[in-house]
């Protein structure tokens, strides 16, 4: 079975009870992990009676080659194009062989199958790949298991086409949707079975009948007889296996709540998959990303988010607490692999390739890529580049400080002024910080000055031979926006305007609130 789960738990988790909750004596405890689970035998197989065939179960997981595959959900169709029920020869006997991991008992194995192999190996080493783009997360994700589906197919230039309708995809594209993230694989995998089917494997009789009813042509009036067949048995099927099982995490991390938090993609990556560490020597820095805090913002929403994937087993979802020793279901879920092993890699080849009738064939091939273009699409951006010495930007463009932002005042005018016996030789003060500006002086009681300034307190001074009077002063506290205010005093009046802007992914009246924002809306 293949089991999923979409949830916020930190992946450090299972790697950190890998090595300490497994066994009291937690440096032994990896050793240990890698004795149990990494075995090699020549296997011992034999030629068996009808009787002894007859008597004897199939080996573990042997259903599972020659069954379809869809590559644009990525999931198997738990249905057989390829005969694996049927182990006699013609002349009554068939191929057994003892099963190491089973106490060596006989098991026989398909008449189809002409290779079975048994090296059994669970690396404790965790695999990890950081991306800044859906489009090489899938295409990683795609590739993990086999490279080959596109093999005598059509691919289409600047689109994406395998893995778009798993629910990988629909995980990591809905969050691009919602926001910037940069994304990682991190995987661990245990192989116990190795399957390889003949050159020409007989077909099932379901299959054999789907295709006696099958049009010859592909066209717009066939298409639905056509897709109902892809529907059942995929866009290809499998003819190489290695069966066991796996543990696969996509980790999102939100790229500019990172860049808020003195983080960048690598170090969450590897902070979230730290692996065989534990969690006690775990830097403080990293802990708060662990429980998925924002310490920059508060933002409530989190760091990061994960979807799990287990194949294999007894059905264990992948959850570990980092907290706690909780490992028992993992371990029990390891033991349940020899039984219930699920396809861990795989070899490819198109289910055209099985169709004996040439016009068929070609028939089912127009179907199949025609299926594939129906679901590609467009290829997403990668993460920008910002080079130069922009203030408060990182290198990937995302903000580097919250409660930050541009500020742009414009003295506009004053009027009714009186600082002079007769016109004021009026002039506006303006100060932000440790910044100060001034306008120029006009001779009026009514200036008109409209001098723009990229900076908030300002005062209104009438210049003097002697010394400059003040005639106004006022403070204005600032929020986000474009505004007009009026400062009145004993002496006049002055119209300013303001314009203040958060800088990217900030908002809040002090620009100290994450905005979630994607890289680009309209490519999805």
């Known amino acids: 079975m293949h089991y999923v789960k979409n949830s916020l738990i930190p992946f450090l988790s299972i790697f950190y009870l890998l090595t300490t ?139 994406d086409a395998g893995g778009t309708g798993s629910n990988a995809y629909k995980f990591v594209s809905q969050r691009s949707k919602e926001d910037r993230y940069t994304f990682s694989i991190h995987s661990v995998a245990c192989s116990h079975y190795g399957f390889i089917l003949s050159n020409t494997p007989p077909l099932t009789l379901k299959f054999k009948k789907q295709l006696d009813i099958l049009p010859t042509h592909y066209n717009n009036s066939t298409k639905n007889e056509f897709r109902k067949l892809i529907n059942t048995y995929g866009t290809h099927f499998f003819r190489m296996v290695n069966l066991g099982g796996r543990l696969r995490r996509l980790i999102s991390s939100r790229s500019c709540l990172a860049s808020l938090n003195g983080l960048n993609a690598r170090k969450v990556t590897k902070t979230v998959g730290l692996g065989k560490m534990q969690l006690s020597r ?72 099985l169709v004996p009738n040439e016009l068929q064939k070609a028939a089912v091939k127009d179907a199949v890529e025609q299926y594939l273009k129906d679901n590609a699409v467009k290829k997403s951006p990668k993460e920008p580049h910002c ?99 009026t400062c009145k005093g004993q002496y006049g009046n002055v119209e300013v305007k303001y314009m203040l802007t958060c800088d990217p992914y900030l908002t809040g009246e002090k620009c100290s609130h994450y905005k979630p924002s994607p890289l680009e809306t309209d490519d999805w």
């Open 21 to 159: 909750a497994m066994l009291p004596d937690s440096t032994s405890a990896l050793l240990l992990l890698s004795v149990l689970l990494v075995h090699s035998s020549v296997l011992s197989c034999r030629i068996g009676t009808q009787t002894e065939c007859d008597a004897a179960p199939f080996v573990p997981g042997h259903n599972l080659v020659g069954e379809g595959f869809d590559v644009v959900t990525q999931q198997r169709k738990e249905v057989n194009v390829i005969d694996v029920k049927t182990y006699l020869s013609p002349s009554k006997t068939c191929k057994l062989c003892t099963n190491p991991l089973k106490k060596h008992v006989l098991q026989k194995l398909p008449s189809s199958v002409v290779d079975w192999s048994y090296v059994s190996q669970c690396s404790p080493d965790i695999h990890s790949r950081l991306h800044t783009s859906v489009s090489s997360l899938v295409e990683s994700y795609t590739t993990q298991d086999t490279n080959d589906w596109s093999v005598q197919m059509f691919v289409f230039a600047g689109l």
């Open 282 to 353: 775990v830097k403080k820095s990293c802990i708060r990303v662990l429980k998925n805090l924002d310490s920059a913002t508060n933002f409530s929403s989190g760091l990061h988010q994960n979807f799990t994937e287990v194949s294999g087993g007894n059905g264990w979802l992948g959850e570990f607490s980092i907290f706690q020793n909780d490992s028992i279901d993992y371990m029990n879920w390891l033991k349940s692999l020899k039984e219930y092993p699920d396809v861990v890699s795989h070899s490819l080849r198109p289910l055209y390739e």
């Open 387 to 485: 080079e130069g010495k922009t203030p408060n930007v990182a290198s990937n463009c995302c903000p580097l400080h919250a409660s930050w932002g541009t500020l742009s005042v414009t003295i506009v005018r004053g009027w009714d002024l009186n600082g002079d016996t007769g016109q004021t030789d009026g002039y506006v003060k303006m100060y932000y910080g440790s910044t100060q500006h001034s306008t120029k002086i006009i001779e009026s009681n009514n200036p008109q000055w409209d001098a723009e300034f990229n900076l908030g307190k300002i005062e209104v001074w009438d210049k003097d031979w002697k010394s400059d009077d003040l005639l106004i002063r006022c403070e204005k506290y600032l929020i986000p926006g474009s505004h007009t205010f």
